[in-house]
């Protein structure tokens, strides 16, 4: 069992920047490392993801040239967010799969989740 703890959330102007921290407490077996977000009423949506011992990273459309996911550590990964929208808002979920298939895409191939952490982009 993989447990990951996210930081960094709050309040932001729009145009602002902000870096999401994901602690996690082992990635010995981990294979992928993500960032998810969820808006009030919207489903989870694809951010980002690392494949954690390569370092390859991959991007959802709507952050590609704005956010950049980057490995601090062997268990901490970074979420900067630049030019950040009111769109943005959401809860921001660290996410970590041990499977080489994954699609990192796909929230069900993900069995690993933080809690979240709320950032909030103001107009």
């Known amino acids: 069992q993989v447990q990951l703890i996210e930081s960094g959330g709050g309040l932001v102007q729009a145009g602002g920047s902000q870096r999401l921290s994901c602690a996690a407490s082992?990635?010995?077996?981990?294979?992928?490392m993500a960032w998810f977000r969820q808006a009030p009423g919207k489903e989870r949506e694809f951010v980002g993801a690392?494949?954690?011992?390569?370092?390859?990273t991959y991007y959802g459309d709507s952050v590609k040239g704005r956010f950049t996911i980057s490995k601090h550590t062997e268990t901490t990964m970074y979420l900067q967010m630049n030019s950040l929208k009111p769109e943005d808002t959401a809860v921001y979920y660290c996410a970590a799969s041990p499977n080489w298939g994954t699609s990192v895409i796909s929230t069900t191939d993900y069995p690993y989740w933080g809690q979240g952490t709320q950032v909030t982009v103001s107009s």
């Open positions: 082992d990635t010995f077996s981990i294979y992928y």
């Open positions: 690392m494949r954690w011992s390569l370092g390859i």
